[in-house]
């Protein structure tokens, strides 16, 4: 499986007006901002359902726990497959279905993986490919920054699934926008010291 890259010049433009961000580093911030997303996105949903998911149906809360499940596999999955190693998942799923608890656990310490696997990304290494296998055996290949936007665009897209179903049940889930993870993060004195950090690369 390969896509083709599509130009990052109009990102890089568009940041270079907002951000004190120079140089090289500005190549790998977009990966840095989408994977600093996840995890906020990640642990806001489930602090979301941890309060609230005796309130849903049984049938329902097996639902939210599966979606989980397969989010927590594919990230796995692709965090094997940017170190180059063998993920052994045979499905994009558990073999047996997690507890609740296990999988926010889980959850946590993969996206603390990912932000940190994207804040150490250097330029020349974002289209540098990999050669893997998915967990069905077909042989694929992909660049470092593909697998990062597959595994952001592959969780967001359950994430809302997930509130879907949180919302069938008058339960308000956890505002999953870009635009809400940025004014939070702007929000936050560490962010021009981030920034900064990034500058000085």
Do not use: C
């Not at 359950?158 to 004014?183: E, S």
């Amino acid at each position: 499986m390969r896509v083709d890259n599509v130009s990052h010049s109009s990102q890089i433009q568009v940041m270079q007006r907002t951000s004190p961000v120079k140089g090289t580093a500005m190549f790998t911030l977009p990966y840095r901002t989408l994977m600093h997303y996840k995890r906020w996105a990640t642990n806001g949903l489930n602090a979301v359902i941890a309060e609230n998911l005796e309130r849903m149906p049984a049938d329902e809360r097996i639902l939210v726990r599966r979606l989980l499940d397969h989010i927590q596999a594919v990230d796995e999955i692709f965090s094997h497959n940017l170190e180059a190693r063998p993920h052994g998942h045979l499905a994009p799923r558990s073999v047996e279905l997690p507890s609740y608890e296990a999988l926010a656990s889980k959850a946590r310490s993969t996206a603390d993986w990912y932000v940190d696997y994207a804040d150490a990304l250097l330029p020349e290494e974002v289209d540098e490919a990999i050669a893997f296998s998915f967990s069905n055996g077909e042989p694929a290949r992909m660049t470092r920054g593909e697998m990062l936007l597959h595994v952001a665009m592959h969780a967001a897209g359950h994430r809302g699934q997930a509130a879907l179903l949180l919302q069938k049940n008058g339960i308000q889930p956890w505002p999953d926008r870009m635009t809400d993870f940025l004014k939070a993060e702007n929000a936050g004195p560490e962010r021009q010291v981030r920034l900064a950090e990034v500058a000085a690369r």
